[in-house]
């Protein structure tokens, strides 16, 4: 995992294609598959995970299955972001 420093903040960088990761939970079920889980607002995003195994090292890679969820949920949350309510200075605030 690389990471790149972008002012305060640091951003972990996927070292298989350069995007850029979003931290989430991960869920093992007693019964099932394992879950990515993204938290957006009030709502928990999810996606099950996949695992391959190299069978000469041992080595485990780990993979959402399905990571347009997750790449949505992120994009809806910035966007989000970028609307943060903030002081309405349109208005017209004359105390008369």
């Known amino acids: 995992m690389h990471s790149q420093e972008h002012g305060d903040?640091?951003?972990?960088?996927?070292?298989?294609?350069?995007?850029?990761?979003v931290?989430?939970?991960?869920?093992?079920?007693?019964?099932?598959?394992?879950?990515f889980a993204y938290r957006l607002g009030t709502t928990?995003?999810?996606t099950?995970?996949?695992a391959s195994m190299c069978p000469?090292?041992?080595a485990v890679r780990l993979r959402g299955r399905n990571p347009?969820?997750?790449r949505n949920?992120?994009?809806?949350?910035?966007v989000r972001s970028r609307?943060?309510?903030g002081p309405d200075n349109s208005q017209d605030h004359r105390s008369r």
């Open 9 to 21: 903040q640091r951003q972990d960088i996927c070292g298989d294609c350069g995007g850029t990761l």
């Open 23 to 35: 931290e989430g939970s991960m869920a093992l079920p007693l019964l099932g598959s394992p879950r």
């Open 44 to 46: 928990e995003v999810t």
């Open 48 to 50: 099950e995970v996949t």
């Open 56 to 58: 000469d090292c041992g």
């Open 68 to 70: 347009e969820r997750i």
């Open 73 to 78: 949920a992120a994009a809806a949350r910035a």
């Open 83 to 85: 609307r943060s309510p």
